[in-house]
């Protein structure tokens, strides 16, 4: 640090006298600059930053990036870390293995974002593999290859607010040897991997010295997982296979074989059932093999082993390129951080309807590696009733519900969408929908609202959503200070006064 | 093969009967549509193909690819073997380690060409690793990587005439270190892993736990050899590094430095001195630190060592990116064929003017695999002579040489460059020069030639001559009828008649 001594003496001075008021505030303001050029050139945020708050982004997918992207305030220091020194488009991911796009057209650089803000940002490539909480600090080690001299660099970065967005990684439900022969579709590394083998795979198969058989196999690409991640890259690679590259392997093109290999009774099951159903259809009309109710429980470099449900059967299938879509699991980093604060039974992080970690404080989780654990009406519903039963009758009237009726949909939003599903007009018809004007008991007010919470859903982990939940929450950093004097969100019914913001929805 | 059973059996009847002479025609006629259909569907080239004369081209670069473009008479059945299934526009590889052009807009699939040729032709993506003369075949086995489920596959290429354009390697002169730490710039994935490599050592750098010097170390990129490669390499380099990557990392812009180190005297020393001079300069304009005189003996994960001729001391050079680009050697397997041919003390290939490969038969090199070994006219001299001298007189008079005069410019390209470097108007001012129309014999004519073969200079291994030798010997292959009726070529001085193509120039 010899070269930026100055500055580091400067500032040490102020430190070492903070009972100097006015220099204080001559270094406070003057030091806003200069702690900029510290921090750029590496210092660690220093004593300058003390007015500043320091929010670390772990992570540059959607969710971190669309974060970053919407911090505005200028109050805040932001540090991300991240593996990857860009964001990519993944949807376009299945078009990249298929080369209708070019990886580049993709990525964007998160350097080119983070010196686009007007405030202090920064950017460290590295990986973050624990989070202590108790001195806000993330560890963090390097993650660029050995090749560069020097081994595993190690620092920690201090946070006053951690924004988790890590994402998540493939889950393999530790299906023997998919690590080891399988191609994920999480990267843009991974999308070129695909690329190439598909055409490694053609230019095998032109050889002479390959036998029919071994044509076949070589030719057979599976799809494992029958998700929408699964369908479009199946849907993808049969153009790519049956028009791009049956032309410039014309002799080839009877071998190729795509097969989808399903768990459950149906692709695509979380969708609308049409949606099934076309999906099916192009399928066939494309030739694309379907197999549903086969369970892969084992990947070799040449065979794939799966169980069929219909006959209990282990089914052996000879293949040449096996891409595994079957969804998520957590990292490990994230894993050991739920086992810390006491998460253990859970996939992912589970955060409250702000997105904030439960049992942390200042320590938000979104995107992919987080889910809002929606309070259950019936968990609080004798709470809600005392709130709308001022006057302690023990009953209430409909008209009672009046001042609470806005906080309650916004607070538990299952109630709005029971009602929808019932296609009742609003809350109070749910209350007369019984009898006619008749007060109410906390007996039967837990009976009307019994059905509500059915409405529950976790919400899919799509891009869209890490995308709409950084922005929701880049906008409540944004609008922290206002909104603490003005709480715009809905009563607090377990405490006292409002929430500070709308909760995510 | 048994889906092609009806072409397989066809051509076996035909095969075991060959003393049916009508059914032979019969086959040849529609076995030319037959042999096609069988080619591209593997069959190896049967019996129908007797006609067509195997043409096997090894590699697929600059004289590979140009010579597979201009063949186009349909009397060949072209087979092409390389590692690399496209070619790559090689001078614009720096270009791509900056990400100034993406790598994919300098490729060409090998198979787009190979499927527009109007005649037989096929492409196999495997590495020819020895070239039986004997037998005519070439042995190749498969690149693929070993993920494909399969081991390595072996197989083996009937030829006719063989045209080897396997390119170089990159040579390290055995320096220890150079393979294991410094990068190459001969393929596109070298260019894309020096461009990884380049922000790798950017982002670590970045680090907050990274030491100044370590910081220094990192950004350190040396360029080792000063040849068009390295110049350019290191120009692009500096472009990259303190235009587009300063604007993302601002603060290393001061540590960053580009060193060219060059074991002789001078950068560019093939060219004009003012080229070498126009380069110094800008390197000193732009910053590159230029060392010459500096030979590296040993690389390191973190160092370079050099050799200074000036002071014979060993310097010990930090770095953190090191590109390699010294020149070019021969493969192994083209060293390989040149003991079995004979040709032991050479860097690589021997042919002569007609690309062919000394000692043997219908075997072409072109390209940076091969040099072409220039005829010297001191070597012909009394065939030259007696050539000119019809009568056997002893002696020649000027006007004697008018017959052979043209032939022997073409057939020693040295004698036009020595006249015209001693500003001479044709070879009877060169006779002339000495004494007025006097009688020459065969010591006088020794005398006045005795300088000429100075002039004979090996071609550059550069793209634009691999290229040009490669439509020149595909113009042959395509006039090889025309020219063997009516040979076109200078006058054989060593035999008789004429040669049937002009010399490559």
């Known amino acids: 640090m010899r070269g930026y001594s100055f500055f580091q003496r400067a500032s040490r001075a102020f430190n070492d006298y903070p009972h100097l008021p006015k220099i204080l505030v001559l270094f406070t303001v003057s030091g806003g600059g200069l702690a900029a050029v510290c921090h750029t050139a590496f210092a660690d945020a220093g004593q300058d930053d003390i007015k500043k708050k320091k929010v670390v982004v772990l992570g540059t997918g959607w969710a971190g990036t669309s974060f970053l992207k919407g911090l505005k305030d200028p109050s805040y220091s932001v540090q991300v870390v991240s593996p990857r020194n860009y964001f990519s488009f993944t949807p376009l ?19 080119n974002i983070v010196k686009k803000k007007n405030f202090d940002a920064d950017f460290k490539e590295a990986e973050c593999y624990k989070i202590d909480t108790v001195n806000k600090k993330v560890h963090c080690k390097t993650t660029q290859p050995s090749h560069l001299g020097g081994g595993i660099e190690e620092f920690t970065v201090d946070y006053d ?10 889950n393999t439900f ?34 002479p010295s390959i036998s029919e058989e071994e044509r076949k196999r070589i030719l057979h690409f599976v799809v494992v997982g029958g998700g929408p991640a699964g369908v479009e890259f199946a849907a993808e690679l049969h153009d790519f296979v049956k028009e791009d590259l049956a032309k410039l392997y014309p002799a080839l093109k009877q071998y190729v074989k795509i097969t989808l290999l399903e768990a459950g009774d149906n692709i695509l099951n979380m969708f609308d059932k049409r949606i099934t159903a076309f999906a099916e259809e192009k399928f066939a009309r494309d030739g694309i093999q379907l197999k549903t109710g086969s369970m892969v429980v084992k990947v ?24 595994w879509a079957t969804g998520i699991g957590s990292r490990p980093v994230v894993m050991d951080f739920m086992k810390q604060i006491g998460q253990t039974n859970r996939r992912v992080l589970a955060t409250d309807e702000w997105l904030r970690v439960e049992g942390c404080n200042e320590i938000y989780a979104l995107g992919d590696c987080a889910t809002i654990n929606q309070r259950s009406v019936m968990e609080d519903i004798a709470i809600i009733f005392s709130k709308a039963d001022k006057n302690n009758s023990g009953t209430l009237r409909v008209d009672d519900f009046k001042e609470v009726i806005n906080d309650i949909c916004e607070r538990y939003p299952q109630v709005d ?13 749910l209350l007369k929908n019984s009898e006619e004007d008749a007060e109410i008991n906390i007996e039967k007010f837990k009976t009307l609202l019994a059905q509500v ?53």
């Open 174 to 207: 530790n299906t023997p040897g998919v690590v080891e022969n399988a191609h994920f579709l999480k990267e843009v590394e991974d999308a070129q991997r695909i690329r190439r083998t598909v055409i490694d795979c053609f230019e095998r198969a032109s050889l």
């Open 417 to 429: 969408l029971y009602l929808k599903k019932k296609q009742l007009k609003n809350f109070n018809a």
């Open 453 to 505: 919470d059915s409405q529950m859903k976790n919400l899919p982990a799509t891009a869209q959503v890490a995308a709409q939940q950084g922005s929701y929450l880049a906008d409540c950093f944004n609008r922290m200070k206002i909104c603490e004097a003005n709480p715009e969100g809905p009563m607090r019914f377990r405490g006292t006064g409002r929430h500070r913001f709308h909760p995510f929805r």
């Open 300 to 323: 070799t470099g040449r065979d794939i082993s799966t169980k069929e449900r219909s006959t209990g059967q282990t089914v052996i299938i000879p293949y040449g390129m096996c891409v």
């Open 93 to 111: 991911l299945p078009s990249v293995t298929c080369g209708t796009v070019e990886a580049r057209s993709i990525v964007e650089p998160i350097r």
């Open 161 to 170: 607010y951690l924004v988790i967005a890590m994402g998540a990684r493939a």
